[in-house]
């Protein structure tokens, strides 16, 4: 008998292997961070022990969810994106929420994104970190939410030009490019050989930085082998701005600092003119779609089947939670699913299989993971979770893809491991306080908004909810 840390016996494996096999009655081992072995359980149970056997019967074991793009500060301005388009939403909420978003702000939203991602199935995480205006070092909330709540987390590194943001949003702390850099190197030592967290780079749009910026992006990104993230083309806006400032559209001119590649992952692509798909191809970026915002701030219907026929990878995103206004994966995989269909008329166009590669294996060839995420072979990390389909909302169950896509929500996603370990047991966490974590981003939250002056109205009064009362 060989030692193993972890098995799952006798359960269903939706592997999302090149074969897509889903294989039943079988058992999946896990030794340290790492998936060992998968076989039928019987021959499994015969070869391996463990200390730790999870009962896999009437589960579906998925690999976990990469979310390719969210903003987990912004879960602290959960709920003010309210019937605005993108930049309304940006000058009356999150802008002037930038100046005095706090370390224990970020990092009380920051936990609770996490256990929401979690909650829905995702594994690995890609924030785009950009509120850096109101003190030093805000980043790190988030690598210490990653760390406290056991996500796999890449932490995209933004830099935002804050000193043109609109009077009344005016920021104690307008960074400078080599102030970004400057960060970016304490955070590359700070990260050094981490097991879960690792950087990226994340310019923010392309106002953020003009040609020069780009080119030593690139040149950065090479040295240092990071990856690089930017909103690209949510709106229109992008092109118009370098239309009038260089005569060229905003994908030429990335194109011509040599910043795009196989490591930039676009965020959003909903705007594209042909020439900005020539560019896109040739270049062979990453995509990152995010129906939910793009429906919220009515950006518009990404080309997500013209992207994927010309075979570039799409992955899926919440965005963050001011224009979203959840962490919810299975959300966004089931919206991913039906948008396009009723854009385009056609209920073939993207069909729940195609969703959930996205939302899996085409997710971290997007993050450039495919060698160690995104599905459940041997040798790969062990990220998966097991989905429980015993309940009104999914029976009767025809198959296990359907089934989360379609029918499935949250409450169905039981246990969850991430490198190797169950931070998700039965429905409760085991890094984390989830109550407490809840009680506490209410009361920050409530009190960044009252020192912003944000606030919504029904009918005209404003109504505020006021932390919650003491658990018992
Ligand atoms: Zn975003």
């Not at 879960?75 to 999150?94: E, H, M």
């Not at 219907?301 to 010309?310: E, F, I, K």
């Not at 206004?325 to 919206?335: F, P």
């Not at 993050?367 to 995420?373: I, K, S």
């Amino acid at each position: 008998m060989q030692d193993a840390t972890l098995i799952v016996k006798d359960t269903t494996l939706v592997t999302m292997d090149r074969d897509l096999r889903i294989l039943q009655d079988h058992a999946l081992v896990v030794q340290g961070n790492t998936i060992v072995a998968i076989g039928p359980s019987a021959e499994i149970l015969a070869a391996y022990n463990s200390p730790t056997v999870i009962d896999g019967r009437d589960r579906f074991v998925f690999p976990g969810f990469i979310n390719t793009h969210t903003h987990l500060f912004q879960n602290a301005l959960k709920g003010l994106g309210r019937d605005k388009t993108l930049f309304d939403w940006l000058d009356s909420s999150v802008r002037k929420a930038l100046r005095e978003i706090r370390h224990t702000d970020v990092y009380n939203a920051a936990v609770a994104g996490c256990l929401e991602n979690i909650r829905s199935g995702v594994t690995t995480v890609l924030d785009y970190m950009y509120a850096h205006a109101s003190e030093a070092g805000l980043d790190d909330a988030v690598v210490a939410a990653f760390e406290q709540t056991g996500i796999r987390g890449i932490l995209g590194r933004a830099h935002t030009k804050t000193d043109g943001f609109p009077e009344a949003a005016r920021c104690p702390i307008n960074e400078t490019e080599d102030m970004f850099y400057a960060d970016v190197d304490r955070l590359r030592e700070r990260l050094k050989g981490h097991a879960r967290i690792s950087l990226a780079l994340a310019p923010g749009i392309v106002w953020d930085m003009d040609p020069d910026g780009y080119r030593r992006l690139r040149q950065y990104a090479d040295q240092h082998g990071l990856r690089i993230t930017m909103h690209l083309d949510e709106t229109a806006e992008d092109d118009a701005y370098t239309r009038a400032q260089y005569g060229i559209n905003t994908a030429e001119l990335l194109d011509q600092t040599g910043v795009l590649g196989e490591d930039f992952i676009g965020a959003h692509l909903v705007h594209l003119d042909a020439t900005t798909l020539e560019i896109f191809g040739r270049r062979r970026i990453k995509c990152s779609h995010n129906p939910v915002a793009n429906l919220i701030l009515a950006s518009g219907v990404a080309p997500v089947p013209t992207l994927r026929g010309m075979d570039l990878d799409v992955g899926l995103g919440t965005d963050g939670a001011a224009s979203n206004d959840t962490q919810n994966m299975i959300e966004v995989i089931k919206l991913a699913a039906l948008v396009h269909k009723g854009f385009h008329l056609d209920p073939t166009i993207l069909n729940a299989v195609e969703v959930v590669k996205m939302a899996t294996i085409e997710g971290a060839r997007v993050v450039g993971r495919e060698a160690d995420l995104g599905s459940l072979e041997v040798g790969k990390l062990a990220d998966f979770f097991l989905f429980n389909p015993r309940n009104v909302a999914c029976v009767p169950v025809a198959d296990p893809i359907t089934c989360l896509v379609y029918s499935g929500n949250p409450t169905c996603v039981e246990t969850v491991v991430i490198h190797g370990a169950v931070v998700l047991q039965d429905g409760v966490f085991r890094t984390t306080d989830e109550a407490q974590a809840v009680d506490a981003l209410q009361e920050s939250a409530y009190k960044l908004r009252q020192r912003v002056g944000l606030g919504n109205e029904i009918n005209g009064r404003p109504v505020v909810v006021e932390p919650f009362a003491a658990r018992a």
